[in-house]
């Protein structure tokens, strides 16, 4: 065992992975520790207050310091803290919860299944499909189409069914049977001169025609985000989902609705379903639904899944699927009552009013020469970098354009995420104005700093 220092960065870097960092670097370049938070605010072990511009992975919706969380924890944590979902056992924090979830979700889907994160939600949800399509004798039915620049999660299926090249490599992923298509991306993806409307009946084409060269009776279900989050904030463009709708149920494919960023309120409705009118068949969520004061995650399916597995449990004698900690008391508590704050506070209708400021502010950056696109729909958002709006060309990755505009806005106080070149906003639900406009008050003094190394290049 290594001996223990005083130092927080010391033993962080003698004991600890970082997800999602560059170890090699981490030895030199050492931890910011996060020691409390205070609404939209961390602060670190020196004593600097930020803005969490990203909720911090896109989840903390309530912020840093919501008592009522904290209480609803303890309540369960004194009277049962675990207990399990297994062989006809139940909670009531579990039952409450799965009600409320379908007391909200879409017209169409019957019961939930809980899990621990959005990796687990998406991952269950490919084991679903398949387990479905095997109960109505058509397991031919396998394949899952994603997207590329997709994000759901990292596990062995799930990160297949991310459509990010670094999620893949040297990990041997994508395993067999995940396909992906085109993101509608108008920005990044269209043809000299294609207009939006042109750009996304194409989009829909290229799916249709994959689903014809891999053979419809192969193809099982369709997945995405209402709104791209890791991928780079991608917002669809009219009319994208109705198309792709369309083409799915011509060919009997399942449609699953990633909301793990875009659920509870993240788009100006409770779910990015609402606000792009999607009916899917399975609905995934995770994040906000306990504010990540605890990990929970749930998978809702369709009646018609739900009879399935149903019939499949009397042909093999039960649903051999689960994890120890799904539906945990605890956690589903928690999510409880993230749910009843929503509703108390109208968080949804404060959104609506606060995301004005927000998208003026976002769109405003775009006068500026070097960003290329401003998008953003509720309160989540991105610039992208360019070093020519004409051409649309990004920096070279070597240049470390998006980090260091992510630095600079650290050491203004305000935390956002770069993704490359594509600098991202996603602050909790509560935010007011005034915060708004010092997030992005921030964030313009760091573009600000680094104007002369992006005009050097």
């Known amino acids: 065992m290594n001996a223990r220092s005083n130092s927080n960065a ?32 961390v602060e ?13 992975l896109w989840c903390a919706s309530l912020g840093f ?31 409450e919860l799965a009600e409320r979830l379908l007391d909200i979700a879409p017209a169409g889907l019957g019961k939930v299944l809980f899990a621990n994160s959005g990796s687990e939600a998406n991952d269950q949800a490919i084991k679903l499909v398949w387990y479905y399509n095997n109960a109505r004798g058509r397991p031919e039915k396998k394949k899952i189409i994603s997207r590329w620049r997709g994000y759901h999660g990292v596990t062995i299926a799930s990160g297949s069914l991310t459509g990010l090249p670094a999620n893949h490599a040297d990990f041997d992923l994508p395993i067999a049977n995940i396909l992906h298509t ?16 042109d750009f996304t009946r194409r989009m829909v084409d290229n799916l249709e025609q994959l689903i014809l060269r891999e053979g419809p009776d192969t193809i099982a279900a369709f997945i995405a985000e209402p709104v791209c989050g890791s991928g780079g904030v991608i917002v669809p463009p009219e009319g994208y989902f109705a198309g792709i709708q369309a083409v799915l149920r011509k060919y009997d494919i399942l449609f699953i609705a990633d909301e793990v960023i875009c659920g509870f309120g993240r788009t100006g409705n409770m779910f990015g379903c609402d606000t792009y009118d999607l009916k899917p068949d399975i609905m995934t969520m995770a994040k906000a639904l306990s504010a990540s004061y605890l990990p929970i995650s749930a998978t809702i399916v369709s009646d018609d899944i739900h009879e399935a597995m149903m019939e499949q449990s ?38 609506q009013e606060v995301s004005t400021r927000f998208l ?27 070093t020519d709006k004409a051409s649309r060309t990004p920096f070279a990755p070597a240049l470390g354009i998006g980090p260091g505009i992510q630095a600079k806005a650290m050491e203004n106080g305000v935390i956002v995420r770069a993704l490359r070149d594509v600098i991202a906003f996603c602050p909790p639900l509560i935010i007011d104005r005034q915060q708004i406009d010092m997030m ?18």
């Open 10 to 41: 010391v033993n962080d870097v003698a004991s600890l992975i970082h997800p999602y960092t560059n170890l090699a670097r981490h030895p030199e370049a050492g931890p910011v520790v996060m020691t409390r938070g205070d609404g939209v605010y």
């Open 44 to 56: 670190d072990e020196h004593g600097r207050r930020y803005i969490e511009g990203m909720s911090g």
């Open 65 to 95: 310091s919501e008592k009522r969380l904290v209480e609803a924890a303890t309540r369960q944590l004194e009277t049962l803290p675990y207990y399990h979902l297994f062989n006809h056992r139940s909670v009531e924090p579990s039952i």
């Open 182 to 197: 085109d993101m509608p991306s108008h920005f990044h993806n269209a043809k000299p001169g294609e207009s939006v409307a």
């Open 314 to 351: 009397r042909k093999h004698g039960g649903f051999a699927h689960g994890v120890t900690y799904s539906g945990h008391p605890v956690c589903a508590a928690v999510a409880v009552e993230t749910l009843k704050i929503y509703e108390d506070r109208n968080i949804i209708g404060h959104v």
């Open 360 to 386: 003026e502010r976002l769109h405003a950056l775009a006068e500026r020469p070097y960003i290329g696109e401003a998008r953003g729909v509720g309160l989540i958002g991105a610039v992208e970098l360019v």
């Open 440 to 457: 992005f008050d921030g964030v313009e003094k760091a573009l600000d700093a680094m104007e002369p190394s992006m005009q050097a290049n």
